[in-house]
């Protein structure tokens, strides 16, 4: 069973918006208290996009997209959305939603929360296509 289940990727044009869910599948997961997102280039490791504390509903957003994007949660359905605005090519990548152990405490508090090594689940990922 995937721990995380995402969805709303598809193409879209430069300029446009896409949101992203992600849900968590099991008790384990709905545990979690950081949930955050990826991308992936062709080739490359994963870079932190965003992060929530599930708790608090604080957010923390790595510098290549902030401003442009908006994480929340909806803690009665184990989801994160993440709001993604005025999309450039180079935004086209796969998108990855990623939860903390359910042991790991602060880690979206933590300076270290844009490193992927700081997640335990992780979901499959969705294609965001961003044609210029």
């Known amino acids: 069973q995937v721990p995380l289940v995402e969805s709303g990727g598809g193409s879209v044009q430069a300029g446009g918006s896409v949101r992203l869910s992600c849900t968590g599948s099991s008790a384990d997961v709905h545990a979690s208290k950081c949930m955050a997102w990826f991308r992936q280039f062709p080739g490359k490791g994963r870079e932190p996009v965003a992060a929530i504390s599930i708790d608090s509903g604080t957010t923390y957003y790595a510098e290549s997209m902030k401003g442009r994007s908006v994480l929340s949660r909806d803690s009665a359905k184990f989801s994160v959305y993440l709001q993604m605005d005025s999309l450039k090519p180079e935004d086209a990548a796969m998108y990855f939603c990623?939860?903390?152990?359910?042991?790991?405490?602060?880690?979206?508090?933590?300076?270290?929360?844009?490193?992927?090594?700081?997640?335990?689940?992780w979901g499959q990922g969705t294609q965001v296509p961003v044609s210029a």
């Open positions: 990623a939860a903390s152990a359910p042991w790991s405490s602060r880690v979206c508090s933590s300076p270290a929360w844009p490193g992927p090594d700081r997640y335990f689940y």
